[in-house]
């Protein structure tokens, strides 16, 4: 049995699923971050391939560079008591939270990932004056995400505290879509233009377990008394294509203005196929085929460069990513061949609309985020580049679908590095290092009805309230390696 396999058994013994993990990332959980200060949309080096293909005829030659990203991300969530679905009186008979379940439901969680991430990329002239292709491979989306085990609820009489009170949504878990792409370009000398065209293999992952009530909540024990708590692993994956188009100008000697668009994987709507088990309150263990439909962001970025002076770079730029398209994600059994992920407005499955088939539904609803970056090189001698950038990412998540699996806020970071050019210019090495400071962000706990049942979303859509405080920083150092020849 693998490793989160073995996790959710183990788990499931003494008590008789999250979709996404997030990273060190720009707006939502986008992570593109190799390249360092050099990873923009008037690159010249093989991240064009994934920036900006034009940016591939910018130079000659036959050019190899390899990096690698690692971040360490550290992260907490306080959840409120007032965020439990349903708190009961001591003695009471019914399903919930009793009073000496609340520390087990509510409280601090905290999370430390190292996280790495690699970037190969080749990409060559092939010997002509305006032409060039390559090709690389990248991890633009996604990451690991473990949240730490609170040792001090061993032995309590809830099991699943242990796990922190985030683990209705994450306990551990990854999401990640990696390039493999091929592309080239062309240079227009008369117009000083250069048009580049990219494709992309997109191969996405994700491998999740979460806390799990059959009905949504975050109930402890039912109203006989027993452990409600489950247990719910999610491992699916799947492959798709998508493509990307780029220009860069230079109107005159030492400026180049480059813009690009990175369609979304699959164009559209992601499918990805895998199992779901689960283990829910007393029931037995099941596993079932299952596909996970969800839609990724496009991305259009641009850049601006110029070199007022030999030894002397700036640079501006930014991104606007479309994650207003990640509306949903949605778990729909594969042994229904009507698989259908209508939902109607209460939450509800729809299905006068076709609705069917669907085990888990989380409404996203997220938002287009933008970023802004500028930096500069200066040269000190021939063969040693000192560079700094600084910039600011927009949150992409709404208070009402925040959970600890996928959060994210305004953000700022700065960076510093340095390449060093060796052997005749022939070989360089790069390093950058980049601080994320994260805007510490606190969202206040569902509205409740008169009977102080919280205002939530009917099932197969409901999920424990995940209102609290969340704070997050980031470290993230890229080393690189390039060969020119």
């Given at each position: 049995?693998?490793?989160?396999?073995?996790?959710v058994a183990?788990?499931?013994?003494?008590l008789?699923?999250?979709?996404?993990?997030?990273?060190?990332?720009?707006?939502?959980?986008l992570?593109?971050?190799?390249g360092?200060?050099?990873?923009?949309?008037?690159t010249?080096?093989?991240?064009?391939?994934?920036y900006n293909?034009?940016?591939l005829a910018?130079?000659?030659?036959?050019r190899?560079?390899?990096?690698?990203?690692?971040?360490l991300?550290?992260?907490?969530?306080?959840?409120?008591?007032g965020?439990i679905?349903?708190?009961?009186?001591?003695?009471?008979?019914?399903?919930?939270?009793?009073?000496?379940?609340?520390?087990?439901?509510?409280?601090?969680?905290?999370?430390?990932?190292?996280?790495?991430?690699?970037f190969?990329?080749?990409?060559?002239?092939?010997?002509?004056?305006?032409?060039?292709?390559?090709?690389?491979?990248?991890?633009?989306?996604?990451?690991?995400s473990?949240?730490?085990?609170?040792?001090?609820?061993r032995?309590?009489?809830?099991?699943?505290?242990?796990?922190?009170?985030?683990?209705?949504?994450?306990?551990?878990?990854?999401?990640r879509?990696?390039y493999v792409?091929?592309g080239g370009?062309?240079?227009i000398p008369?117009?000083?233009?250069s048009?580049g065209?990219?494709?992309?293999?997109?191969?996405s992952?994700?491998?999740?377990?979460r806390?799990?009530?059959?009905?949504?909540?975050?109930?402890?024990?039912?109203?006989?008394?027993?452990?409600?708590?489950?247990?719910?692993?999610?491992?699916?994956?799947?492959?798709t294509?998508?493509?990307?188009?780029?220009?860069?100008?230079?109107?005159?000697?030492?400026?180049?203005l480059?813009?690009s668009?990175q369609s979304?994987p699959?164009?559209?709507?992601m499918?990805l196929?895998?199992?779901l088990e689960?283990?829910?309150?007393t029931a037995?263990?099941?596993?079932?085929?299952?596909?996970?439909?969800?839609?990724l962001p496009?991305?259009?970025r641009?850049?601006?460069?110029?070199?007022?002076?030999?030894?002397?770079?700036?640079r501006?730029?930014?991104?606007?990513?479309?994650?207003?398209?990640?509306?949903?994600q949605c778990?729909?059994?594969?042994?229904?061949?009507?698989?259908?992920?209508?939902?109607?407005?209460?939450?509800?499955?729809?299905?006068?609309?076709?609705?069917?088939?669907?085990?888990?539904?989380?409404?996203?609803?997220?938002?287009?985020?933008?970023?802004?970056?500028g930096?500069a090189?200066?040269?000190?001698?021939?063969?040693?580049?000192?560079f700094?950038?600084?910039?600011?990412?927009s949150?992409?998540?709404?208070?009402?679908?925040?959970?600890p699996?996928l959060?994210?806020?305004?953000?700022?970071s700065?960076?510093?590095?340095?390449?060093?050019?060796?052997?005749?210019?022939?070989?360089?090495?790069?390093?950058?290092?980049?601080q994320?400071?994260?805007?510490?962000?606190?969202?206040?706990?569902r509205?409740?009805?008169?009977?102080?049942?919280?205002?939530?979303?009917a099932?197969?859509?409901?999920q424990?309230?995940?209102?609290?405080?969340y704070?997050?920083?980031?470290?993230?150092l890229?080393?690189?390696?390039?060969y020119?020849?």
């Amino acid at each position: 049995m693998n490793r989160p396999s073995a996790r959710v058994a183990g788990l499931i013994i003494p008590l008789g699923m999250s979709l996404l993990s997030s990273s060190a990332s720009a707006g939502g959980f986008l992570v593109a971050r190799f390249g360092g200060e050099h990873g923009h949309a008037t690159t010249t080096d093989p991240t064009a391939l994934y920036y900006n293909p034009a940016g591939l005829a910018l130079t000659h030659g036959t050019r190899l560079y390899v990096d690698g990203t690692f971040a360490l991300r550290r992260a907490s969530y306080d959840r409120p008591a007032g965020a439990i679905d349903d708190p009961t009186a001591a003695g009471a008979r019914a399903s919930g939270t009793p009073p000496d379940g609340v520390a087990a439901n509510a409280g601090r969680a905290t999370l430390s990932d190292v996280i790495a991430s690699p970037f190969v990329g080749l990409a060559s002239d092939l010997g002509t004056r305006h032409l060039a292709v390559g090709l690389s491979f990248a991890t633009p989306f996604g990451g690991p995400s473990i949240w730490d085990r609170r040792e001090g609820d061993r032995g309590s009489p809830y099991p699943g505290a242990v796990d922190g009170p985030q683990r209705w949504s994450s306990i551990d878990g990854t999401i990640r879509s990696s390039y493999v792409s091929a592309g080239g370009a062309v240079r227009i000398p008369a117009l000083r233009l250069s048009l580049g065209l990219s494709a992309n293999l997109v191969l996405s992952k994700i491998s999740s377990v979460r806390a799990r009530n059959g009905n949504g909540t975050d109930d402890l024990i039912s109203s006989s008394g027993a452990v409600q708590e489950g247990r719910s692993y999610l491992d699916a994956d799947g492959v798709t294509m998508s493509a990307a188009a780029g220009a860069v100008w230079e109107p005159m000697e030492g400026l180049w203005l480059g813009v690009s668009y990175q369609s979304q994987p699959g164009f559209g709507e992601m499918v990805l196929t895998g199992t779901l088990e689960q283990k829910l309150a007393t029931a037995g263990l099941t596993r079932d085929a299952v596909d996970v439909r969800q839609s990724l962001p496009d991305v259009v970025r641009w850049s601006a460069r110029y070199r007022p002076a030999p030894r002397l770079e700036l640079r501006i730029g930014g991104d606007v990513a479309r994650w207003s398209s990640f509306v949903r994600q949605c778990v729909l059994l594969r042994s229904d061949p009507r698989r259908n992920c209508a939902i109607a407005p209460s939450g509800a499955l729809d299905e006068a609309h076709g609705g069917s088939g669907v085990v888990l539904h989380l409404p996203r609803n997220w938002k287009d985020t933008l970023g802004l970056r500028g930096g500069a090189s200066y040269w000190i001698g021939q063969s040693v580049e000192a560079f700094t950038g600084a910039g600011y990412d927009s949150n992409a998540v709404p208070d009402a679908t925040i959970d600890p699996a996928l959060f994210d806020m305004d953000k700022l970071s700065v960076s510093g590095g340095v390449r060093v050019s060796l052997a005749a210019d022939a070989l360089f090495v790069d390093a950058t290092f980049t601080q994320v400071i994260y805007l510490q962000r606190t969202v206040a706990p569902r509205p409740r009805d008169a009977a102080g049942k919280p205002e939530t979303l009917a099932s197969p859509s409901r999920q424990p309230d995940m209102a609290g405080t969340y704070s997050q920083s980031a470290s993230v150092l890229v080393v690189g390696l390039g060969y020119v020849f």
